[in-house]
Nanobody
């Protein structure tokens, strides 16, 4: 069973930056697509960003494009999400996910098999 562990969440002021990361018990994400999703209270889980680890092709939700950057380290053991110009609406629990979705489903939570427990990101003054 693949386990994913997120780290780096916290409290940040509007306009600030935060970096969250995800590690896998498999020691590498190679062969997977890794994604970040978020869920605010009372809302559905929504897609934020994803990266096809082998090709490093990335996908972003329109709401975060230009502000968030998803990346992998050289060994593909860690997936990170760099978040800048944070807004109050970015407040949510952020979940790391891994799977092998087809291209058209890279933004769909159902396409991911493995999930972390989530890390809270709170944007507040």
């Amino acid at each position: 069973q693949v386990q994913l562990v997120e780290s780096g969440g916290g409290l940040v002021q509007p306009g600030g930056s935060l970096r969250i990361s995800c590690a896998t018990s498999e020691r590498t994400f190679r062969g997977y697509t890794a994604g970040w999703f978020r869920q605010a209270p009372g809302e559905d889980r929504e897609f934020v960003a994803a990266i096809r680890v082998n090709s490093q092709h990335t996908y972003y939700a329109e709401s975060v494009k230009g502000r968030f950057t998803i990346s992998r380290d050289g060994a593909a053991s860690t997936i990170s999400l760099e978040m800048k110009s944070l807004k109050i609406d970015d407040t949510a629990v952020y979940y790391c996910a891994a799977g092998r979705p087809i291209l058209s489903e890279a933004r769909a939570p159902r396409a991911y098999n493995y999930w972390g427990q989530g890390t809270q990101v709170t944007v507040s003054s």
